[in-house]
C-alpha cells in the first residue's frame, strides 16, 4: 500500500480511538427522519463532506454499499430504508473504525426499536480492492474519501464501484472539489491529504475520471462552500477555495455522443406555440422550465434561437431531466 494511504489509515485510527468534531465535516444539517434516532458518538464521528444518503435513491429494499464506514452514521441511515439482514455492507481498512462502529451499532438499537445490528455487514477491506461480488449493489457510496487518492488510485477506486453495482445502480459520492491549482508541496503533504485538505480536483476533472469509468449518466446534485486554505497557514503563495460536491453516478450504457451530465442547467421556451421539439426527443412545454443535462444545453443553444433561454449551471439536480 502507498505511503500516503497508510498514513490516511493511522489518521483515522486515532479517530476512532479519539473522535475528532469537524476533522473534515460541514455543517450540513443531519437528515432528521421519522423514528430514527443518531446515536451522540456517531454524530462525533460524522467525517464527511456532505451527505450521501438521498431517500428518492432508496426505493424498493436496495442492497447498498458504503465505503470508509466512520462511526456507522450513514450505515444506520441507509439501514431505515433498507431493513433486512445484510441490505447494508460497510467496508473500512482501519480495524479500530469497524470496532467503534460495532459498539456505536449497539447503541443504535438501544435507541431505534427497528434497527438490528444484522442488517448491516461490516467488512475490512479498501476501496482499491473491495471484498463484494461483481453486479450485486444497487446503491454504492462514499463521502469524503475518494478526495485522497491520487490518480491512479482514484481511477482503480471508481473502477471497482462500477465492478460491483448492478446495471443502473448508482455510485453516490460526496467529496471536496477545487478550481485552483493545488500547490506541489501541499498535494504531497500526506497528513493534508488524509485530511481532505489538499487531494482535491476541479469540478470537471473529476466528472470526467467517473465518465471515463463508464458511468452514462452523471448528477451534479450540490455544491457548497467547504474551507480554505490561505498562507497564513499553509504552503501556498495565494488563497485556495475548496468547496464540496455531491454527485451521483448511473451505471446506464455509455451514449454515443457522450455522457450525459446534469450541472443544474435548465431551458425555459418563452416563443408563441405550445411547445418547442427538437426532433431529438426534447419537448419543452411553453413558459416550463426543463432541467437539460449540459450536452443538451449546448445543442439547444446553438439553435441560435430568441425563444429559448438555457440557464448556468446551477450545480443543483434534483431529478426530473431531460434524458
Keep these: 500500500m502507498s505511503e500516503y494511504l497508510e498514513t490516511t489509515k493511522a489518521v483515522y485510527k486515532d479517530a476512532a480511538v479519539q473522535p475528532v468534531q469537524g476533522l473534515c465535516c460541514t455543517t450540513n444539517p443531519i437528515w432528521q427522519l421519522p423514528g430514527l434516532e443518531i446515536p451522540g458518538k456517531m454524530l462525533e464521528m460524522n467525517y464527511g463532506c456532505g451527505t450521501t444518503v438521498h431517500p428518492r435513491d432508496l426505493v424498493n429494499d436496495p442492497a447498498v454499499l458504503y465505503v470508509g464506514v466512520g462511526g ?3 450505515l444506520l441511515q441507509f439501514s431505515y430504508f433498507s431493513r433486512r439482514k445484510g441490505a447494508i455492507i460497510g467496508i473500512d481498512a482501519v480495524p479500530e473504525m469497524l470496532a467503534v462502529c460495532y459498539r456505536n451499532f449497539e447503541e443504535a438499537e438501544t435507541l431505534n426499536p427497528w434497527f438490528s445490528s444484522d442488517f448491516v455487514q461490516l467488512k475490512a477491506g479498501d476501496a482499491l480492492n473491495l ?3 461483481d453486479a450485486s449493489i ?3 457510496a462514499q463521502n469524503c474519501l475518494f478526495n485522497i487518492f491520487k490518480p491512479a488510485d482514484l481511477t482503480q477506486a471508481l473502477t471497482e464501484m462500477y465492478r460491483v453495482l448492478k446495471p443502473h445502480g448508482k ?5 471536496p472539489v477545487c478550481e485552483t491549482e493545488i500547490p506541489e508541496a501541499l498535494g504531497e503533504d500526506e497528513k493534508l491529504r488524509a485530511l481532505c485538505l489538499s487531494g482535491s480536483i476541479p ?3 473529476y466528472v470526467k475520471k467517473i465518465s471515463d469509468t463508464g458511468f452514462g449518466t452523471i448528477e451534479v446534485r450540490a455544491k457548497r462552500p467547504y474551507r480554505i486554505l490561505d498562507p497564513a497557514h499553509y504552503d501556498t503563495p495565494h488563497l485556495i477555495y475548496i468547496e464540496s460536491v455531491e454527485i451521483c453516478a448511473i451505471k446506464d450504457p455509455m451514449p454515443d455522443d457522450g455522457p450525459c451530465v446534469f450541472t443544474g442547467k435548465t431551458a ?3 416563443g408563441s406555440e405550445d411547445y418547442f421539439d427538437d426532433g431529438k426527443g426534447h419537448v419543452l412545454l411553453q413558459n416550463q422550465p426543463l ?3 449540459d450536452k443538451t444545453a449546448s445543442k439547444l443553444a446553438a439553435l441560435d434561437r430568441n425563444d429559448i433561454f438555457i440557464s448556468p ?4 439536480y434534483d431529478g426530473g431531466g431531460c434524458c
Aim: proline share 4%; aromatic share 14%; hydrophobic share 45%.
Design 72 to 74: 456507522g452514521m450513514e
Design 138 to 140: 444497487d446503491i454504492a
Design 131 to 133: 471484498p463484494v461480488d
Design 171 to 175: 455510485l453516490v459520492l460526496s467529496d
Design 313 to 316: 449551471s446551477t450545480y443543483f
Design 291 to 293: 432541467s437539460v443535462c
Design 268 to 270: 425555459i421556451y418563452y
Design 203 to 205: 469540478l470537471d476533472a
